[in-house]
């Protein structure tokens, strides 16, 4: 799975020809990206223009020069596609070695916060704070700056922050909760589970996800259960509407292979009821036998989103549409709006020793 992939510093790029050389810079509100276009190769097709599109003038906070930036997006990198039409998205290594360049740009991407949401923005993601340093430590679980970091520019969004959101909503929930967000760890283990599984090993894996000791609940209440999916190193969620007898599936890109809904999708429905009926729940339910659809909803326009997509998706659907609608160019901002949302949570233990850093 993705989320355990470990990068490795890569060898330099071969040398090009000055009359040859090209730089796309990406730019977002909130970063700047420098990509040599010798690191895209095999996933990019050579076209005489290709960096010439979707222009457009930034002016630069501190310099005030006029600088020519291109949005890179899986269209203008014409990524190449399988055979049931899904975009070829580059590696994690590729995207994590991308450098966002967030202090210079702070002007720009934060124009509605208030001085001290920028001040907390501003400390949480320094690349000159302490990378182990425990930013966020609420409901059982915490995240460092590395980890936050993950929210900061072009960056791939790490299953610690998907996890600790989940946690997040599971708490805001209302007593009984009518929904229930599990921790994408939770889907690798339902992945894992082999067709020969005897159920006391299925219970053994799945109890710290599902036994009321540990979720502090039955789902009896439930109308929808949420897990977090990352497959091919993509993020998407896997939504069981109890109430429509449906499963949702909710992604960013397209899942579905010709006409039917991908086979990780089927298995982890299957999966799910082995897990739930090993542990004597929702024993009238086979999610497997409900209807799966993957409702049009709004799409990334980049090969690294995802993640903020699936929370986005978490935070408003509700069972049958968006409650709330997602403007897929301002990833950026929900990203450095969750940072400040995850640091100054009243649940956080860390959160007045980052304040008082902040001298706030």
Not at 258 to 281: E, P, T, Y
Request: proline fraction near 6%; include cysteine; charge should be positive.
């Amino acid at each position: 799975m993705g989320i355990d992939v470990v990068t490795k510093h890569r060898s330099s790029p071969p040398a090009i020809p000055p009359h040859k050389r090209s730089t796309i810079i990406s730019f977002h509100p909130t970063i700047i990206c420098h990509v040599d276009p010798a690191e895209l190769e095999g996933y990019i097709d050579p076209a005489p223009n290709l960096y010439l599109h979707h222009h457009h003038q930034v002016t630069h906070p501190s310099t005030k020069k006029r600088t020519e930036v291109s949005i890179v997006s899986p269209e203008l990198l014409s990524l190449k596609r399988s055979r049931s039409g899904r975009l070829l998205l580059p590696s994690l290594d590729f995207w994590r070695n991308q450098k966002a360049v967030y202090d210079t740009v702070r002007d720009i991407f934060l124009p509605y916060t208030c001085q001290q949401e920028r001040l907390v923005a501003d400390y949480a993601l320094s690349e000159d704070g302490e990378p182990s340093e425990i930013l966020c430590e609420m409901h059982g679980t915490y995240i460092t700056r590395d980890e936050l970091s993950s929210l900061n520019g072009v960056r791939w969004v790490n299953s610690a922050i998907i996890g600790v959101v989940c946690r997040m909503m599971n708490a805001q929930q209302a007593i009984p909760p009518r929904a229930h967000y599990f921790n994408p760890s939770f889907s690798v283990v339902l992945a894992s589970l082999t067709t020969k599984a005897k159920k006391h090993e299925i219970r053994e894996r799945c109890r710290m996800f599902l036994h009321a000791e540990f979720v502090g609940h039955d789902f009896s209440s439930c109308d929808m259960l949420f897990f977090p999916v990352c497959d091919n190193n993509h993020w998407h969620v896997h939504v069981v509407n109890i109430p429509a007898s449906r499963v949702e599936i909710l992604s960013s890109l397209p899942l579905r292979r010709g006409n039917g809904i991908s086979v990780v999708s089927r298995r982890l429905s299957n999966a799910i009821d082995k897990a739930f009926h090993a542990h004597g729940m929702l024993r009238r339910l086979e999610v497997s036998k409900f209807q799966h659809v993957q409702p049009q909803i709004v799409q990334q326009l980049n090969g690294y989103d995802c993640g903020m997509f699936a929370i986005k998706y978490m935070e408003h659907w509700n069972g049958a549409t968006l409650a709330h609608s997602i403007a897929e160019d301002k990833m950026h901002l929900y990203q450095l709006r969750l940072v400040v949302t995850l640091v100054t949570n009243a649940a956080n233990n860390a959160r007045d020793k980052v304040l008082k850093a902040c001298r706030i």
